[in-house]
Structure formats: C-alpha cells, structure tokens
C-alpha cells in the first residue's frame, strides 16, 4: 500500500512574527483571528498562488490590501504614506506590488518542510482567484493572522495548504 503524502505543518503566530520582523528588520505583533469571509464586499485582497514542483497548486496566501502594501513598503523602506496612499486608493501601487511578491515568495518557506512537496509562488494577483477559493474548501490546513508591522500599520493574512 503506497504512503499518504504527509501533511503540511501550519505556522504558528510566532513563526509569522519571526518571519516578517527578520525579512522587514521591523518589530511585528501577530494574533490568530477568524477566516476571511470571501463574500465580503469590503475585502480587497492580494493573493499568492503557491505550486509544488509538478505545478499542482499545493497552497496559497491572501492578505487584505493593507497588509500587502504595508509589507511591500516595508521590504523597500518606502515611507508609510505611499502605502497609506495605496490603500487608500483601494489597490496596490505597482511598485508596492513587486515587493509584496518578493514577500509572498519569501513566506513560502514557513510552509516547506523536509517531508512535503517544496512549494514555489506562481503568481500574485489582485483579489482571490476561483483556484484558491477551490483549494479553501479542500484545504488541509489553513491559518489567518492579524498582522502589525511598527512604523506602517495593520493588515491581515491567510495561508492555505492542500
């Protein structure tokens, strides 16, 4: 009988503070909250789509929009009004948006491990694309964080794995 695919370790709040203070060289506060509602009107999300080698879709991470422009501004030590600017402006500034990819890339390493499928981002793009809404359905594990980054602001995240 041929062994199960092992299931992806999820993180913990202190492994995404870790993770965001050690790339962004900035103090960061991280609490487990609720899971975003995708019906939500109001939401105006920036999502990753992360494959394993085969290119499967393995996981996945959603962070509202000022999450992922603070963390964008963060990376490059853009000052925080661009960002607020951003958000303000109801989507993520071109620059902004490249950074935050560098990040979702980065974050896909609180996900791998020695015994799963090594996951890589494919692609980030704005709002939640109908092949994550499948995958959190499906997902085996899932976690959503509210996430503060001193000297830029608050933001939320999602990480998702099949």
């Not at 990753?48 to 499967?56: H, I, M, S």
């Not at 958000?87 to 609180?110: F, Q, R």
Request: proline fraction near 6%.
């Amino acid at each position: 009988m041929p062994l199960a695919t092992p299931t992806r370790r999820m993180p913990v709040p202190e492994a995404i503070r870790e993770f965001f203070g050690d790339l962004l060289g900035k103090g960061v506060s991280v609490e487990k909250r609720a899971e975003f509602d995708f019906n939500d009107e109001d939401l105006v999300a920036v999502s990753a789509v992360f494959v394993e080698d085969d290119g499967t879709v393995g996981g996945a991470c959603v962070a509202d929009l000022p999450l992922s422009a603070y963390a964008g501004a963060a990376l490059a030590m853009v000052p925080k009004p661009v960002a607020e600017e951003s958000v303000k402006a109801g989507v993520l500034e071109d620059s902004l948006k490249d950074n935050y990819h560098e990040v979702a890339n980065i974050l896909t390493a609180v996900l791998n491990g020695p015994s799963v499928p090594h996951l890589k981002i494919r692609e980030l793009s704005e709002g939640v694309p109908d092949e994550i809404k499948d995958l959190v359905v499906k997902a085996a594990g899932r976690r959503t964080f509210d996430v503060t980054i001193t000297d830029y602001g608050s933001g939320q995240l999602a990480l998702y794995a099949r």
